[in-house]
């Protein structure tokens, strides 16, 4: 009787024993911080809108990447070691293809807000800017604010700051556009009354386009601007603002921004 009670026990050991085996190979392994990933692979994915000069557009003459946030990329991958992989995606799926791990991380002017930090994490700020009007060269009446367009239409980039900025406000038809181009068209069309922008962006576009459009009133506080990546990666976080600090330090940051602009946007103005 003593014996059988022993092979019970045993027998009941053993199950356990394997049943917790078998729990332990069915828990995920934690992920490795997206920094060992990079590493590992050799190279940085990288991913912007592609059609928003002054920050990332294609050349005409060469068909590459280029602009502040393309120099930028480069600068902060060759700090961490990284070779850069640039992914063009539209800007209204752009968190989306973060989300789903499409690439690493977003360096095209992603405003730092509340409801985007719930869902990523973000570096320092690496560009400060404001909302600004952009209206037809003819256009004679003067918005000063958000309000004077109740009853206007108002063109945004689909996804932006910019649009939840206009949503905000009573009274403004607000159009979506996917990107600039078609935005700033419609404008000098007559198709909308203005256009939300980016100010870094409007006093580049108004000494490049030939389009009869010309600078607004700027409207709104001045906005950051950071890398976002996935949550739960604290390594390259910390790398990644160390990668910004240093090129903050080493003044390769501001030589970046005095290319594109002629004044250092990566600093909050005095």
């Known amino acids: 009787m ?62 590459e990447l280029a602009g502040y946030d393309v120099d930028v990329a480069r600068l902060v991958a060759a700090k961490l070691g990284l070779k850069p992989e640039f992914v063009s995606t539209e800007w209204a799926a752009i968190l989306a293809g973060l989300g789903a791990g499409k690439y690493d991380a977003i360096v095209s002017q992603v405003g730092i807000t509340p409801k985007r930090l719930e869902a990523f994490d973000f570096s320092e700020p690496y560009t400060y800017s404001s909302p600004q009007l952009i209206v037809r060269k003819d256009e004679r009446a003067i918005y000063a604010t958000l309000a004077a367009l109740k009853g206007k239409k108002l063109g945004v980039g689909q996804g932006s700051v910019f649009e939840q900025q206009a949503k905000a406000v009573p009274g403004i038809e607000v159009r979506s556009y996917p990107a600039a181009p078609e935005n700033l068209q419609d404008l000098a069309v007559g198709r909308i009354d203005a256009a939300l922008n980016d100010s870094l962006m409007v006093a580049y576009l108004l000494s490049n386009s030939k389009l009869p459009i010309k600078a607004g009133a700027r409207v709104g506080n001045v906005e950051r601007m950071g890398i976002p990546f996935q949550k739960g990666n604290p390594q390259f976080k910390a790398a990644v603002n160390k990668a910004l600090a240093d090129a903050a330090a080493d003044g390769s940051l501001k030589k970046i921004s005095v290319k594109w602009f002629g004044t250092d946007v990566s600093r909050p103005a005095p």
């Not at 394997?18 to 920094?35: F, K, N, Q, S, T």
């Open 2 to 63: 003593r014996l059988h009670a022993t092979n019970h026990f045993r027998r009941h050991a053993l199950k356990l024993a394997a049943l917790a085996l078998v729990a332990g190979l069915a828990l995920p392994a934690a992920a490795a911080d997206l920094l060992t990933t990079a590493k590992a692979r050799g190279t940085l994915r990288i991913a912007m809108e592609g059609t928003y000069p002054p920050f990332n557009f294609k050349d005409p003459k060469t068909g």
